[in-house]
T-cell receptor, first 113, second 115 residues
Framework: KNQVEQSPQSLIILEGKNCTLQ??????????LRWYKQDTGRGPVSLTI?????NTKSNGRYTATLDADTKQSSLHITASQLSDSASYIC????????????FGRGTSLIVHP | DTAVSQTPKYLVTQMGNDKSIKCEQN?????MYWYKQDSKKFLKIMFS???????INETVPNRFSPKSPDKAHLNLHINSLELGDSAVYFC??????????????FGQGTRLTVV
């Protein structure tokens, strides 16, 4: 069964600090992994997407890594800002068929001033 | 110039009623989706249409019926609403589905409350 597990479930950090969110998956065969940011009351917005051959991808202060061997990904946020407070969702898609994505439950990040 | 817009944003209705949620995208995408996000923030795909044709139909009660009049619109009709249908429903669109899950753009969500 395809699964995506994220940790921690929630995280509180001070503004300016760095943090790392984790995503482990069992989706197979792997097609791609995406990190989304979902602000409260809004729809998810894509941050990064990585395929099998990519092991790192950056988008501003967000850097995602992928280890396809261990089936792990991380999202590192540098110099956090108050606007980073949101839910971060890891989504993994399997290759073949209809590419139905499997969503993680998300990590809720709160950045305090 | 909203890319994916859904209406209404909030919907409160009684059990047993029938309701519809509308979705429109102006991105020229081929594929549209409906997702359900439960109270624990878990997003789960319900349906996907590619060029007005149903390509993904997850295990969803047949009280839920998607309708795509054209590739820019995907509406969700729900019959005989139940308390457990209360959730936030998101519409999304992407360029292609058959070549992998490319970037999906989400609407703002419709918060459905069944009382």
């Amino acid at each position: 069964k395809n699964q995506v597990e994220q940790s921690p479930q929630s995280l509180i950090i001070l503004e300016g600090k760095n943090c790392t969110l984790q995503c482990n998956y069992t989706v197979s065969p792997f097609s791609n992994l995406r990190w989304y940011k979902q602000d409260t009351g809004r729809g998810p917005v894509s941050l990064t997407i990585m395929t099998f051959s990519e092991n790192t991808k950056s988008n501003g202060r967000y850097t995602a890594t992928l280890d396809a061997d261990t089936k792990q990904s991380s999202l590192h946020i540098t110099a956090s800002q108050l606007s980073d407070s949101a839910s971060y969702i890891c989504v993994v898609s399997a290759a073949g068929g209809s590419y139905i994505p499997t969503f993680g439950r998300g990590t809720s990040l709160i950045v305090h001033p | 110039d909203t890319a994916v817009s859904q209406t209404p944003k909030y919907l409160v209705t009684q059990m047993g009623n029938d309701k519809s949620i509308k979705c429109e995208q102006n991105l020229g995408h081929d594929t549209m989706y409906w997702y359900k996000q439960d109270s624990k923030k878990f997003l789960k795909i319900m349906f996907s249409y590619n060029n007005k044709e149903l390509i993904i139909n997850e295990t969803v009660p047949n009280r839920f019926s998607p309708k795509s009049p054209d590739k820019a619109h995907l509406n969700l009709h729900i019959n005989s609403l139940e308390l457990g249908d209360s959730a936030v429903y998101f519409c999304a669109s992407s360029q292609v589905a058959t070549q992998g899950y490319t970037e999906a753009f989400f609407g703002q969500g419709t918060r459905l409350t069944v009382v």
